[in-house]
């Protein structure tokens, strides 16, 4: 995946209405690091208010999702393979680490899953 396409996600999320209503009462700020890569996030009423690519130096982060970029690109094929389709079988796997404050993430766990969902039918439609 590209910085380019993780950076484009904020036009796709703003864009689904659905994904919004429900993070309508989510305020946070998240980590993904794809690799080596770091993305700061931050989201407002479940819209992605900036995508601040890194390097960051000391950057407040609720909590981070971290994970290799190859664990990312198997997650984000059309049809990723067992243990790869959603973020807790990533975490089932190892593949993928939670890290810092869990709660806004659990208590928000589809809307995450289908926000980093979007950037996977994203690559299916620009194919």
């Known amino acids: 995946m590209t910085a380019a396409a993780i ?4 036009e796709l999320a703003n864009a689904d209405a659905w994904l919004v209503h429900r993070g309508r009462y989510l305020d946070t700020t998240f980590l993904l690091e ?9 989201i407002h009423r479940g819209r992605i208010e900036a995508i601040q ?4 130096v000391m950057p407040r982060w609720a909590f981070a ?8 690109a198997a997650f984000w094929k059309s049809v990723p393979p067992p243990g790869y389709n959603d973020l807790i ?5 190892r593949a993928l680490r939670i890290e810092g404050d869990q709660h806004p993430f ?20 620009s194919r």
């Open 53 to 56: 690519k890194g390097p960051l």
């Open 106 to 125: 659990m208590a928000n766990l589809r809307y995450f899953k289908d926000l980093l969902a979007l950037l996977r039918a994203h690559r299916e439609g």
């Open 65 to 72: 999702l971290r994970a290799p970029a190859d664990a990312w």
């Open 34 to 42: 794809v690799g080596t890569d770091q993305y700061l996030i931050r």
């Open 89 to 93: 079988g990533m975490v089932k796997v």
């Open 7 to 10: 950076e484009g996600l904020r």
